[in-house]
T-cell receptor, first 113, second 112 residues
């Protein structure tokens, strides 16, 4: 059974048109993360939630926002997508902070036209 | 540090051979290291981890070696199978809130 679910798996949006990516988890984990992975590159952390506390990485552009309305769901909002934002977006969860294993979803591949 | 580059290094091995994938990490304060396997179109999958108070850890067909002196990590896969073909990333946790910093990745290609 899928534990970290991302919808949609493929998303196409237009340049400048806001888009929202969705992640849900059945693990009841406290921490949820969003990573950006560009082609042939490593995943890069954008931000994470520890429970309701939002933690932004220093180099994450303001164009990227996130919401976590409850334990199970977390959303990635891209306010004005540029061509450079085309990437795979990965959601991950961990039970807690520290040394806990992170469980990744299958990712959403975003195309910007 | 950040990983950059458009082309992943590739390790090609024959089915049944042992594979060794290497990784250099950047932060001497990192105390937890993980190897992930990522197949095409999928999210990274946990393989094995090691804490900084160890220099070797074994799993099923996999072994991770940690050399803190030279900040080097390696993943050994015994009797490599076609299903092992994927991109392998090492990741380091510099402490604090479980932030993972991923290495550049190595593509493993297994030939019959």
């Amino acid at each position: 059974d899928a534990m970290v679910i991302q919808n949609p798996r493929y998303q196409v949006t237009q340049f400048g048109k806001p888009v929202t990516l969705s992640c849900s988890q059945t693990l009841n984990h406290n921490v949820m993360y969003w990573y950006q992975q560009k082609s042939s590159q490593a995943p890069k952390l954008l931000f994470h939630y520890y429970d309701k506390d939002f933690n932004n990485e220093a180099d994450t552009p303001d164009n990227f926002q996130s919401r976590r309305p409850n334990t199970s769901f977390c959303f990635l909002d891209i306010r004005s997508p540029g061509l450079g934002d085309a990437a795979m977006y990965l959601c991950a969860t961990s039970r807690d902070q520290g040394w806990d294993e992170q469980y990744f979803g299958p990712g959403t591949r975003l195309t910007v036209t | 540090g950040e990983s950059v580059g458009l082309h992943l290094p590739t390790l090609s091995v024959q089915e049944g051979d042992n594979s060794i994938i290497n990784c250099a990490y950047s932060n001497s304060a990192s105390d937890y290291f993980i190897w992930y396997k990522q197949e095409s179109g999928k999210g990274p999958q946990f393989i094995i981890d090691i804490r900084s108070n160890m220099d070797k850890r074994q799993g099923q067909r996999v072994t991770v070696l940690l050399n803190k002196t030279v900040k080097h990590l390696s993943l050994q896969i015994a009797a490599t199978q076609p299903g092992d073909s994927a991109v392998y990333f090492c990741a380091e946790n510099p402490g604090g809130y479980n932030k993972l910093i991923f290495g550049a990745g190595t593509r493993l290609a297994v030939h019959p």
